[in-house]
C-alpha cells in the first residue's frame, strides 16, 4: 500500500515539474516583471546606476553559463531551472528598472548596453544535445 502511494506521489511530482519546465518560456517575462520592485533605481544618480548595470549584466552572464553548462547534463534543465531560472528572472526585472531609471534621469548610455528587450534567457539544450 504505501509503495503504490509513493508511487503516485513521484508520478505527481513529475507532472507539475513537467508543467512547470514547459510553462516556463511564458512565464519568464512576466516573472521577471514581477520580481523586481517599481522604481526600485529611482534615488541612484548615473555613476550607481551604471556600476549596477555592469554588475547585473555580469552576473547574468554568470548565470547564463551556468544554466548552458547544467542543461547539458541529465536532469540538468530541471536543476537549471530551480537553482539559476529564479535569479536571473529577477535580473532580467532590474535590467528593465535599470533602463527605466536611466531614460527619466538621462544618463548616457550605460556599459555594454543591450537595446531594451534584448536582454533574453539562453535558449534552452534538449537532452542529448
Do not use: F
Request: aromatic letters at 4%; glycine letters at 8%; a positive charge.
Amino acid at each position: 500500500m504505501k509503495r503504490n502511494s509513493l508511487i503516485r506521489a513521484v508520478a505527481a511530482l513529475g507532472t507539475i515539474l513537467g508543467a512547470l519546465s514547459l510553462s516556463g518560456c511564458a512565464s519568464d517575462e512576466m516573472a521577471s516583471r514581477i520580481l523586481v520592485e517599481p522604481d526600485r533605481y529611482v534615488l541612484y544618480a548615473c555613476p550607481e546606476l551604471a556600476t549596477a548595470w555592469q554588475a547585473n549584466m555580469n552576473r547574468q552572464h554568470e548565470l547564463e553559463a551556468l544554466m548552458i553548462k547544467a542543461g547539458t547534463g541529465t536532469g540538468g534543465q530541471i536543476a537549471s531551472s530551480m537553482a539559476y531560472r529564479p535569479e536571473y528572472n529577477q535580473l532580467r526585472g532590474e535590467m528593465v528598472q535599470l533602463r527605466k531609471a536611466a531614460a527619466d534621469k538621462n544618463c548616457r548610455a550605460m556599459p555594454n548596453a543591450t537595446a531594451p528587450g534584448s536582454v533574453t534567457a539562453p535558449a534552452r539544450v534538449a537532452p542529448g544535445q
